[in-house]
């Protein structure tokens, strides 16, 4: 009797073309990565408002709130962290669809909250949700992508999330008109709760985490007969991944085999860029109050960094795909800190607000949707989850930091022109952290 023939599931993948089937995965990752990106950015838009209606002023404001978004960031950190190396254990879909149920719940509460501390404990418990949620979107993602396309598919699929902070800025100021503050928490909260059941029951588990955990050849047969059918996997079918099973904890592995230079390296840009882009997400609007913008200016002109974003990340995946992806991604940090510097000179100028605002969204988001992919890239499937998750966790540190040290120099009174120069420095460091991590054993691996 003839040997089954094995079936290797990445190079099934890889040699296919792109079907339905992991268009409509890759739609529903966005649309969690757009409620996630949704419901991290409205805190920084109603702020203002909650402030007005608690009786809280002037530079109280930096010192009060800047323990929430501390607190909602800190929940982003830790989620992500477990995250990860739980997704590498229990599947990618398992945590994903517990995350969408967390932080849609906790965004919902948070319609109720009455106090700044009733407000710090929703939102750390809505973080952990949001941290949870969008590196197993990433994995997901990566994971049904043929390699060919693979930066392409997860840039497209992650501008969901800029896209949600997007969408945050355009509806807050009109759900506040109509409701008041909490009206965009629950707006905020009901939308993950709606898609829950439909990524319950379309989304499937990572066929590459099915096999490398040996389970149901039945099931994995039947996902991959929907991306194409082959005459092997009606005949019991052996699979295989060519990545060997990992011991002990996913997170060690990051250290080993020579990626312990380029995973640091690699912390070090994720850091520095989260701490830039959360500095924005929850205090650009207050500071372009304090330049002289409407309140609607303000929210619609802050919005405008996502929107340069979303662009800036597909653009970055689809070259990536097609060249050398380090010197892209070096060039998006280094032309981010200049778009950066920029808008300290722009004053009251909507114009010039609008276009460095923008250029710094397209750079700078633009380079964190690169890294994302860069992560998904070079750490194989037993460890994919910890290395995206581990990342962006370690750059959640640097969403905490961003924010709590913005609420200090607000305290300290630094004006507009002193914040945007102090924040083009982070884009700098990861500028030089991305020059040498793209000569390191783990830049190899991609």
Request: include cysteine; glycine fraction near 12%.
């Amino acid at each position: 009797m003839a040997a089954r023939q094995p079936v290797d599931v990445a190079e099934f993948i890889d040699d296919s073309a792109v079907s339905g089937f992991q268009v409509t995965l890759m739609v529903i990752c966005g649309l969690v990565a757009m409620l996630d990106g949704f419901d991290a950015q409205l805190i920084g838009y109603v702020v203002p408002a909650i402030a007005h209606g608690w009786g809280i002023a002037g530079s109280a404001i930096g010192a009060s709130f800047k323990w929430v978004f501390a607190a909602g960031l800190f929940g982003l950190t830790l989620g992500a962290l477990l995250g990860g190396p739980l997704a590498d254990r229990v599947g990618r879909k398992t945590v994903m669809l517990a995350s969408v149920a967390g932080f849609g719940l906790f965004t919902l509460l948070s319609a109720l909250a009455a106090t700044v501390p009733q407000l710090i404990l929703l939102r750390f418990l809505t973080g952990l949700g949001l941290g949870g949620a969008m590196p197993n979107t990433i994995a997901l993602t990566a994971e049904y992508a043929p390699h060919r396309l693979r930066s392409t598919l997860i840039t497209a699929m992650f501008v969901g999330f800029p896209v949600g902070n997007v969408i945050a800025g355009l509806v807050s100021v009109p759900l506040m008109r109509g409701f008041g503050w909490p009206g965009v928490f629950y707006f905020g909260g009901l939308l993950p709760l709606i898609l829950l059941p439909v990524a319950a029951t379309l989304l499937p588990e990572s066929v590459r985490f099915l096999v490398a955990r040996d389970r149901s050849t039945a099931r994995v047969a039947n996902i991959l007969e929907r991306i194409r059918p082959d005459p092997r996997l009606d005949d019991d079918p052996r699979f295989l991944v060519r990545e060997k099973a990992l011991d002990g904890v996913p997170v060690k592995h990051l250290f080993r085999e020579g990626r312990a230079a380029g995973t640091l390296l690699l912390w070090t840009a994720f850091f520095m860029n989260l701490l830039i882009i959360y500095f924005f997400v929850s205090w650009l609007p207050l500071i372009l109050g304090q330049v002289g913008l409407s309140a609607e200016h303000s929210i619609w002109t802050a919005a405008l960094f996502n929107t340069g974003g979303a662009l800036g990340g597909v653009g970055i995946g689809w070259l990536t795909d097609r060249g050398e992806p380090y010197r892209l991604i070096i060039g998006s940090f280094a032309a981010g800190a200049l778009a950066i510097a920029a808008i300290s000179l722009a004053g009251a100028s909507l114009p010039l607000l609008v276009a460095t605002i923008f250029l710094a969204g397209l750079t700078v988001v633009g380079a964190q949707f690169g890294i994302n992919a860069l992560a998904a890239h070079l750490y194989p499937t037993p460890m994919r989850s910890t290395g995206v998750s581990w990342g962006l966790g370690i750059g959640r540190l640097g969403s905490i930091v961003g924010p709590y040290i913005g609420g200090v120099l607000l305290q300290q009174r630094w004006d507009p022109h002193q914040l945007f120069l102090a924040a083009a420095v982070p884009a700098v460091v990861a500028t030089i952290a991305m020059v040498f991590m793209s000569r390191t054993t783990l830049a190899r691996h991609i």
